[in-house]
């Protein structure tokens, strides 16, 4: 039985008379009728609704009642592609080889329709919305369209669809190999502009009426083309427009070439393309090394062989945990992403204040002055470092600006709302500040007293604490309600996380306020109770204490820092060691001891390590991973006087205790109330640690895995990650 309810996609048509064109059958992706703000998906009854209308118009094409079919859609939305709610039933699998085949069908017939196909992109072309487009012989897109792309291999699966078939056909193959493989990995879609730029999109035009024009001249264009060059037409495709070439590159040859070189290209200065898709294969996600495969088969083959490989390996991907736990991130994000209406109860922000301007300060501070567009005051008590911070948060001003995050005005009006003071009294008439001070608590509290001095007692006071208790910061206050914590991840500029902690004692305006602050950054909220390290950092740090005690127990360092490799996470324990700071891992990695017991370890080697000002990697640009110091080994060594002489062996044992570590520290978490759901915490590590989507972030690997049972005695998911293992 099946829980999916589908949001069927209409197909509107209707006959355009064009002087330079003739009939047009003008078929228009729109979503349910009463449903308009939601975008036209494919769905299985969507796409046969879609692909119907589009063989009818070819049926009317080859009876001579029109000249040509133009696509387009409704709104800022051309066709959205799969639609991802479809995946949490896990029945929804059993769709997917029929859906194949109608599309697949379609993609071979109109490579006979006797009359040209447009695609007008009047807005996002992606996955699946992108492969129909692909069909036609012409497309054109609105100037300022977004959303353009093919993200299959980053949801575990590939453009099945026809898209890992024939785009190399549009694009130049490093083009088309770049968007099939990489550009998933960096959340990468293309604007109208940089799809022209690519060839991906022949003209742009301002609406379909516009569209059509183009069209036409392109139209007259092949004819000229045909005129002069007799073998233009596919000659495997008898009757069909003349303008329509074969789409697969011969065996051998520079299309074949250029194909295998981009394939073989580097992905980084440490590994080429295909060296990273069979890495991430080894660390359980397959779908780029499937599509990489695909890719080189396509010379010398014909269109329909090519589309049935295609359609073989989407049908054996989308059965993969990966399929099943990135289909999961990818709609878990899709709802967690910051809304379009206020927050209901927030206060309103008309000045905000930042207590302390160092790196962290500066950075926040310039992003509450570009999302809130209010006056922000930063006040810190050395003049020096004061101005400092204010250059550096101006500095993220105009970044902002060069990237085309904001025009010039804009990033001028912003800057000038950025000031720095030493003086406490500036701070008057805020309705919100926020404490960046250092990680002591008896800072924290002095820094909260000292701002309730001045401020109003509606004002928020808010913590950016990454593992001190925001309850014991607020208890000697008068007005404890208002206290709030907005834990922002480094560098703020690009970490799209905030843990928005609540005590006992906030009120719901302020929680409400809080929660507005973060939707105006257009960030992320994961919403948490106050406990120990919140929600990243407790779990982060439960990983870091396991790879620490195997180090400490002596272990070799080399073979713990590989040991996760398994696990899929974007760097390995030692690098994010020194990323995040040995100083700072040894601070939080003590509060969680001292706090929630020995589940967590107090490392004596990572004390060492801070002591000596070490590091635990080498600089390295020929490795994917940076090489460990053989000073770790020797600090370790020294630190654990009285570890056993034989070194534990931890290989697979290391990864499969980190996995039940995990879910212990989880279920824990959820039984605590630290956050309410599962989603929440894999939302969390995703955004804040980096988990792979392919994942899920955690929980649907550790049901998947077996290890939600062994280290917390039940699923997470009930069955629905379990049954594909």
């Known amino acids: 039985m099946t829980s999916y309810i589908e949001h069927v996609t209409r197909v509107l048509t209707e006959d355009r008379e064009h002087p330079g064109l003739g009939a047009v059958a003008v078929l228009t992706f729109a979503p349910p009728e009463g449903q308009e703000r939601r975008p036209a998906t494919l769905g299985p009854r969507s ?391 250092p990680e002591v608590l008896a800072i924290k509290k002095s820094v909260f007293a000292e701002l309730e001095s001045v401020l109003d007692e509606q004002a928020l006071l808010v913590t950016n604490t990454s593992s001190l208790s925001v309850a014991a910061m607020a208890e000697d206050l008068e007005h404890p309600e208002r206290v709030v914590g907005l834990h922002f991840f480094n560098p703020v500029e690009k970490m799209p996380l905030v843990e928005v902690i609540h005590t006992e004692a906030t009120n719901e305006s302020t929680l409400a306020t809080g929660l507005e602050v973060v939707r105006r950054l257009r960030k992320f909220a994961v919403q948490c109770a106050d406990a120990p390290g919140f929600v990243v950092n407790r779990l982060l740090f439960r990983v870091l204490g396991e790879v620490l005690a195997a180090v400490d127990a002596g272990a070799d360092p080399s073979e713990v820092d590989a040991s996760l490799d398994s696990i899929g996470l974007p760097m390995r324990p030692f690098a994010l060691l020194d990323l995040v700071g040995l100083a700072v891992a040894d601070h939080v990695g003590q509060v969680l001891v001292a706090e929630l017991g020995d589940r967590f370890h107090a490392s004596p080697g990572l004390a060492a390590m801070v002591e000596r000002k070490a590091r635990f990697t080498e600089k390295a640009k020929t490795t994917v991973h940076p090489p460990v110091s053989p000073t770790v080994a020797e600090v370790f060594t020294a630190a654990n006087p009285e570890r056993p002489a034989t070194a534990p062996s931890i290989w697979e044992a290391l990864a499969d205790r980190v996995r039940e570590g995990l879910a212990e520290e989880i279920a824990l978490m959820l039984d605590a109330g630290v956050v309410e759901q599962p989603e929440q915490v894999d939302l969390a590590l995703i955004l804040g640690a980096g988990f792979p989507r392919h994942r899920g972030g955690i929980t649907p690997h550790l049901d998947a895995s077996g290890a939600a049972e062994r280290g917390a005695g039940r699923t997470f998911h009930e069955e629905r990650f379990t049954r594909r293992s």
Request: aromatic residues 2%; glycine residues 10%; proline residues 5%.
């Open 47 to 437: 796409i046969q609704a879609v692909t119907g209308a589009i063989s009818t118009a070819l049926d009317r094409a080859e009876a001579g009642d029109i000249a040509a079919i133009a696509l387009t859609g409704t709104g800022k939305v051309f066709l959205a592609g799969a639609d991802l709610s479809m995946f949490a039933d896990p029945t929804a699998v059993n769709h997917v080889e029929e859906m194949t085949r109608v599309a697949h069908d379609l993609q071979i017939r109109v490579r006979t329709s006797p009359v040209p196909v447009l695609a007008h992109l009047n807005g996002a072309a992606l996955g699946g919305g992108l492969e129909v487009a692909l069909m036609a012989d012409v497309r054109t897109a609105a100037p300022g369209v977004r959303g353009i792309g093919l993200p299959e291999t980053g949801l575990g699966i590939l453009p099945g669809w026809g898209g890992t078939t024939l785009l190399q056909s549009v694009v130049d193959p490093e083009t088309a190999v770049r968007m099939i493989l990489e550009d998933p990995a960096r959340d990468r879609q293309l604007s109208a502009e940089q799809a022209l730029e690519i060839g991906l999109v022949d003209a742009p035009a301002a609406d379909l009426a516009e569209a059509l024009n183009q069209f036409a001249a392109l139209i007259a264009a092949h004819a000229d083309v045909e005129d002069t060059d007799g073998d233009v037409v596919d000659p495997a495709v008898a009757g069909a427009w003349a303008g329509r070439t074969h789409p697969l590159p011969d065996a051998a040859g520079p299309e074949a070439d250029a194909l295998r070189d981009a394939l073989d290209a580097a992905h980084g200065p440490a590994e080429s393309r295909r060296e990273w898709a069979q890495r991430l294969a080894a660390a359980g996600a397959p779908a780029v090394a499937r599509a990489v495969e695909l890719l080189g088969q396509l010379p010398g083959s014909t269109l329909e062989d090519a589309l049935a490989r295609e359609g073989a390996a989407l049908g054996e991907l989308v059965r993969t945990d990966a399929a099943a736990a990135s289909l999961y991130a990818a709609e878990m994000l899709r709802r967690g992403k910051p809304g379009r209406t206020p927050v209901d109860g927030a206060r309103e922000i008309r000045k905000v204040g930042v207590a302390g301007a160092g790196l962290m300060a500066s950075q926040i501070a310039a992003q509450l002055a570009l999302g809130l567009q209010v006056p922000v005051v930063m006040r810190d008590l050395d003049e020096e470092i004061a101005a400092k911070g204010l250059t550096a948060a101006r500095d993220v001003i105009e970044r902002a600006a060069q990237r085309g995050r904001i025009d010039e005005d804009t990033a001028r009006r912003v800057a000038e709302n950025l000031s720095a003071t030493t003086d406490l009294q500036d701070l008057t008439g805020c309705d919100l500040v926020i404490e960046a001070v």
